[in-house]
Structures are given as C-alpha cells and as structure tokens.
Antibody, heavy 120, light 112 residues
Framework: EVKLLESGGGLVQPGGSLRLSCAAS????????MSWVRQAPGKGLEWVSA????????HYSDSVRGRFTSSRDTSKNMVYLQMDSLRAEDTAIYYC?????????????WGQGILVTVSS | DIVMTQTPLSSPVILGQPASISCRSS???????????LSWHQQRPGQPPRLLIY???NRFSGVPDRFSGSGAGTDFTLRISRVEAEDVAVYYC?????????FGQGTKLDIK
C-alpha cells in the first residue's frame, strides 16, 4: 500500500523559512518522480514542483522558482520542500504527490496534506 | 504555460442522473511520446484529492465504472453516468504534458 506522510508545516513569519518532509512507502522510491501541490484556503489546486526519480531533474512553478527547492533522500525514502523567503500568499495546505513514472507525468497517489501559515 | 479552463464551475445534479464536466486546454496536450497527459481528480469535502482518470480515459484502481473520460487535443470531458451522494465533490482536470503542470479551476458538483 502506497503511503505518503507530510510533516514540517506550521506558522512562520513573512520572509522566514520552513522545510516540509514527505515520508514515502509502499513502492520502489527511486523509480518514481514526486511532486508538491498546494491549496490556499478555500481555493483550487496549484502545482508547485516536481522532482524526477533519483533527482535527475527538478521543475518549479513561476510563483516559487528561486525561493523553493525540492530534494529527495533515497536512503530514507523522503522528499523535501525547502521554502525560503516565504510570503503571505504561500499560506496553503501542501500535498506530497507521487507520479506514475520516473520523469513525472500522471499523478497517482496523494498524501493527506500539511498546513503552512505565513503570518506575522 | 498551458492554461486549463473548466466548465461549468458549479453543477447541481439530481441523484441517479448523469453529469458531465468539460475541460479545455490552451494548447494541445498530445505529448511527443504519443500520450496525452490529461487527468481528473476528485476532492471530497475535507479530504485530499484523489486520482480518478489518467491519460484521458483510464480509470484508476478502485474508481467506479460510472466515471468515464473522453476527449483529445484540447477538449476533454469527465462523465458520471448516474450520480450518487458520495460523488459530491470538487473535480479538477490537470495537464502533465508540459512543465509547469497545471490544474483547472475546479468544478463543484452538488445535489439539487
């Protein structure tokens, strides 16, 4: 059974940093790309980033490029999202999502999500 | 960047009746590998999204066969043959043909 468990969310001041983690299990971790998707309160889904299997490639949305960095640790089956220079508009639930393939095309499994609040 | 546009944004339906949601992309979603990476995701109230349909028309594991997808190029449709109470949710189309990936605005399906 595929499981994705996010952690590391919370309240942070504007301009601050936070690192989200996603613990993955139930599949061969290196073989699949992973993604982060966020949802602001009461709003729709926004794709944030993708990282290919074994981290060969990373991609970001225009809204986070240069501020957020995605990485993965094969030895721990973990995916991370380092978020710097946070803004109020980054407030959202962040979901860890698994792709169906190595380079990231279709999604298949979603995590439960973790709330990030950027406020003074 | 590819913009995804869904219609309608809200759809009141009668239990047992069919429902459909349209999704249009600003560019063709046909990838050079020959696949079209258009998927549909369902988000019930208070829950994370879940995958329903991938590559236009393939139902994901455990998805009831009352859900179906169709389309090609830039125009796609999600159909529910007979709406059940558990189908009350927001439905999103998503393109993963080109980075940055993108979602439609979401269509809220509720019971009339």
């Amino acid at each position: 059974e595929v499981k994705l468990l996010e952690s590391g969310g919370g309240l942070v001041q504007p301009g601050g940093s936070l690192r989200l983690s996603c613990a993955a299990s139930g599949f061969i971790f290196d073989d699949y790309a992973m993604s982060w998707v966020r949802q602001a309160p009461g709003k729709g889904l926004e794709w944030v980033s993708a990282i290919s299997g074994v981290a060969l490639e990373t991609h970001y949305s225009d809204s986070v490029r240069g501020r957020f960095t995605s990485s993965r640790d094969t030895s721990k089956n973990m995916v991370y999202l380092q978020m710097d220079s946070l803004r109020a508009e980054d407030t959202a639930i962040y979901y860890c999502v698994k792709y169906r393939g190595f380079y990231g095309k279709d999604f298949d499994y979603w995590g439960q999500g973790i709330l990030v609040t950027v406020s003074s | 960047d590819i913009v995804m546009t869904q219609t309608p944004l809200s759809s009141p339906v009668i239990l047992g009746q069919p429902a459909s949601i349209s999704c249009r992309s600003s560019q063709s979603l046909l990838h050079r590998d020959g696949n079209t990476y258009l998927s549909w995701h369902q988000q019930r109230p208070g829950q994370p999204p879940r995958l329903l349909i991938y590559q236009i028309s393939n139902r994901f594991s455990g998805v009831p066969d009352r859900f179906s997808g169709s389309g090609a190029g830039t125009d796609f449709t999600l159909r529910i043959s007979r709406v059940e109470a558990e189908d009350v949710a927001v439905y999103y189309c998503m393109q993963a043909t080109q980075f940055p990936h993108s979602f439609g605005q979401g269509t809220k399906l509720d019971i009339k």
